[in-house]
């Protein structure tokens, strides 16, 4: 347990993921397997690990591995509130739950930040006997599907992104209360529409359903909307996606860079248990 030579990688059959077999998370780790680990996140984006019992200082460590804690910003919640705690309660049931059970429309973490989110890592405690389930799309893949003419159009475009918790805009459907903290206004930060993975070069189409807000660099803006809507509608094509079955004792850890994730609702009186971390991003160039 715990070497590299008993690693195994069980890629999904889906455009991006892979089950991470051989390792017990909760015991010592060497360094070049945490090499590995974070190099097999950077190839499949997503990466999971079954049958997991860590405890929340282990869920903390493991997750920096990967890169620092986001440090926050006074101003421009991300789920939670304000003070950014280190770990999150993502539950239906639990008093500090966040998220509540309704289905979640596909978004990147933080894409209103300065420095958005690079990504995040969630343990599962207590799944739903159906629903609940978690899918993540592929945006670098989205971005190679598109048609040679339209990547020249979009190449210099900036996009910027709502804080859905934030202000005026602030979402009063998705349960848990305390993510609503409010300032009356959230700055706002364009992001280059295609932005590059800071670790593998690869080119990323930067659209979401739920955070894309406005196209900077079209000077019509009802055309600007319209790409904009072609372009959520490309980047929500089902084979982009990996849809992943929760199991007790999941530990999966997501690039938030170059994915969206949505979220199925979970049905009535089943109860949903999960712990995140997140992890601090970069300037998307
Ligand atoms: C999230 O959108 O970060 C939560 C996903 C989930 O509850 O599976």
Avoid at 97 to 122: F, K, N, S
Avoid at 236 to 254: F, M, P, S, T, V
């Amino acid at each position: 347990m715990n070497r590299l030579r008993d690693l195994e990688i069980k890629p999904t059959q889906s455009a991006l993921g892979a089950e991470i077999i051989g390792t017990d998370l909760s015991q010592p780790m060497p360094g070049e397997l945490i090499h590995r680990l974070i190099k097999l996140w950077e190839k499949y984006h997503v990466i999971f690990f079954r049958g997991q019992s860590v405890s929340p200082e282990r869920h903390i460590q493991i997750s920096q591995w990967f890169g620092p804690r986001h440090a926050g910003y006074e101003n421009m919640p991300i789920l939670g509130d304000s003070t950014q705690p280190e770990m999150i309660t993502i539950s239906n049931v639990e008093s500090d739950g966040l998220l509540g059970g309704g289905y979640i429309e596909p978004h990147q973490d933080g894409a209103y930040l300065p420095t958005p989110l690079a990504g995040a890592m969630m343990r599962a405690v207590e799944v739903p006997e159906s629903g609940g389930d978690t899918s993540w799309s592929n945006l670098i893949l989205a971005y190679q599907e598109l048609p040679v003419m339209l990547k020249r159009k979009i190449r210099n475009l900036r996009v910027t992104a709502t804080n859905i918790y934030a202000g005026k805009t602030s979402r009063t459907d998705l349960g848990g209360g305390k993510q609503f903290f409010a300032p009356d206004e959230s700055p706002v930060y364009a992001h280059p529409l295609v932005r590059v993975h800071p670790a593998t070069g690869k080119k990323i189409l930067w659209v979401s359903p739920l955070n894309s807000e406005r196209i900077e660099g079209v000077r019509n803006q009802i055309e600007a909307n319209a790409l904009l809507d072609t372009l959520k509608r490309h980047v929500d094509q089902d084979h982009l996606y990996y849809r992943h079955r929760w199991e007790a004792g999941d530990i999966l850890i997501w690039d938030n860079r170059c994915c969206n994730h949505k979220r199925d609702a979970i049905p009535e009186g089943q109860r949903r248990v999960f712990y995140r971390t997140v992890i601090g991003g970069s300037r998307p160039f």
